[in-house]
Nanobody, 121 residues
Framework: QVQLVESGGGLVQAGGSLRLSCAASGSIFSINAMAWYRQAPGKERELVARTTSGGSTNFADSVKGRFTISRDNAKNTVYLQMNSLKPEDTAVYYC???????????????WGQGTQVTVSS
């Protein structure tokens, strides 16, 4: 079994910063990619940032230059540093980890429970 535990959400004023963390634990053989998605009320879930085992990263256009994603492979943890936050960044943020639980299994997507980020104007 695999567990993802997120932390770091909260309420912040526009222009402020927050750092989200997501730690994966359990039966993990290898991690391919780690990502953050978000879903605002009435909107579809969207990719915010993603990092692969090879070190490549990609970001939604709306957060480029403001958000950074990093990972600590030793801790199976991914971070999302969010700077210059805007009210439109308000959403529930979900951690996504693509991993294999053994050499016999394919990559599978796991999701965190979500953490609320609210940016006030």
């Amino acid at each position: 079994q695999v567990q993802l535990v997120e932390s770091g959400g909260g309420l912040v004023q526009a222009g402020g910063s927050l750092r989200l963390s997501c730690a994966a634990s359990g039966s993990i053989f290898s991690i391919n990619a780690m990502a953050w998605y978000r879903q605002a009320p009435g909107k579809e879930r969207e990719l915010v940032a993603r990092t692969t085992s090879g070190g490549s990263t990609n970001f939604a256009d709306s957060v480029k230059g403001r958000f950074t994603i990093s990972r600590d492979n030793a801790k199976n943890t991914v971070y999302l540093q969010m700077n210059s936050l805007k009210p439109e960044d308000t959403a529930v943020y979900y951690c996504n980890v693509q991993l294999r639980i053994s050499a016999l299994h394919s990559n599978y997507d796991y999701w965190g429970q979500g953490t609320q980020v609210t940016v006030s104007s």
